[in-house]
């Protein structure tokens, strides 16, 4: 970090600045100038206290970080992108892979019915929200457990892992078996203890951007991931708060290339809800290849206009399939392969 100092300090003032410095567990190495002094405070800032708090001191004018504030998940730490086992596929190694499911589990004939569907376009990872975090209390919010016992079936049947959503700790034990990647909603993308308990539970981490979310905060909340022993997160663009109405978030395409530049997670876009809008899909699916995207996350349902929740944003499965086939070129063209799945037998 470097310290600033106001200008015309006096030797008194920096020399106490220095010693600050030393306590909190850094080497100062002080450069006088005619007018300002500043001083280099060298030292791993991932073991000692930030050196943000002497800005406190009246001869400091600021503190300024030199490092990443997020350190485990930077290209500065690991410049490979890390790869994620999830069952039968591997995240963040060049292939290109696609979660589809429905917002929300409604049924089982709803939910099996989207699988099959999905599974046969080329999806290698299934979605569908047993717990829905939504904005209104008299919503939906989701069939709970026994959409965990649907989505075991799904995942029996076609094999593909089942990414479902996490919104409090205490369903982390209820849904571990299940659950091959938890999903951390942009409601809670700040929610920083059930970060830490998810972290603990070992399984990957799918963490949507939140809603206002800087690229900084969204790193930060992975790196509290990281912290507690879990680096197998793929990082989620799904739109942040405008001031645009016609689409329901403003896609964030130069996030997306910030975070795949400025850390070694895999990075995924979540369209359906970045836009709300079935017919902006594939465009804003191309955009996130193009600007160097892992994947995506696609909403699809069997009858989307019935949906419990979301429903001007999912795909019917035909329109899914479409899409899969209408991006390919441009998955080729990155250089990368599309995901396959060895499929199950069907019963
Ligand atoms: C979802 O994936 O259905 C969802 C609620 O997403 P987000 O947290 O991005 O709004
Ligand atoms: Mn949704």
Not at 312 to 320: A, D
Request: a neutral charge.
């Amino acid at each position: 970090m470097i310290v600033v100092l106001k200008s015309h300090s006096s030797d008194r003032e920096i020399k106490k600045v220095e010693n600050h410095v030393r306590k909190l567990g850094y080497q100062p190495h002080t450069i006088r100038g005619v007018v300002r002094t500043v001083i280099a405070a060298v030292g791993d800032e991932t073991v000692k206290r930030s050196l943000e708090i002497l800005e406190s001191l009246p001869s400091v004018e600021r503190v300024i970080p030199i490092q990443k504030r997020y350190k485990l998940v930077s290209r500065e730490a690991q410049e490979k992108t890390t790869v994620i086992p999830v069952g039968p596929i591997e995240i963040g190694s060049g292939v290109f892979h696609i979660i589809a499911g429905p917002c929300s589990v409604e049924s089982r004939e709803q939910m099996l019915a989207t699988a099959d569907a999905v599974a046969a376009a080329g999806a290698t990872m299934l979605r569908g929200g047993a717990f829905k975090p939504r904005t209104s209390p008299y919503d939906f919010q989701g069939l709970g457990a026994s959409a965990l016992h649907i989505l075991a079936e799904a995942k029996e049947r076609t094999g593909l892992p089942i990414v479902s959503e996490v919104i409090r700790e205490t369903d982390i034990e209820l849904m571990i078996d299940v659950v091959d990647i938890f999903q951390i909603g942009a409601r809670n993308a700040m929610n920083y203890s059930l970060l830490e308990e998810v972290a603990r539970s070992g399984k990957p981490v799918l963490l949507k951007r939140g809603l206002a979310s800087t690229v900084e905060e969204w790193l930060l909340a992975a790196e509290y991931l990281a912290k507690n022993g879990n680096h197998n997160v793929i990082l989620c663009e799904r739109g942040i708060r405008t001031y645009e109405q016609a689409t329901r978030n403003t896609f964030d395409a130069s996030a997306v290339a910030l975070a795949k530049l400025e850390c070694n997670l895999p990075v995924f876009v979540d369209p359906s809800h970045a836009t709300g809008r079935v017919d902006l899909i594939p465009a804003i699916s191309k955009a996130a290849v193009a600007a160097g995207a892992d994947g995506l996350m696609i909403e699809v349902h069997p009858h989307p206009e019935s949906a419990y929740s979301d429903s001007s944003q999912q795909l019917t499965p035909r329109e899914f399939s479409d899409l899969v086939r209408s991006i390919q070129p441009f998955v080729k063209a990155a250089g990368m392969k599309m995901g396959v799945i060895q499929r199950h037998k069907r019963r």
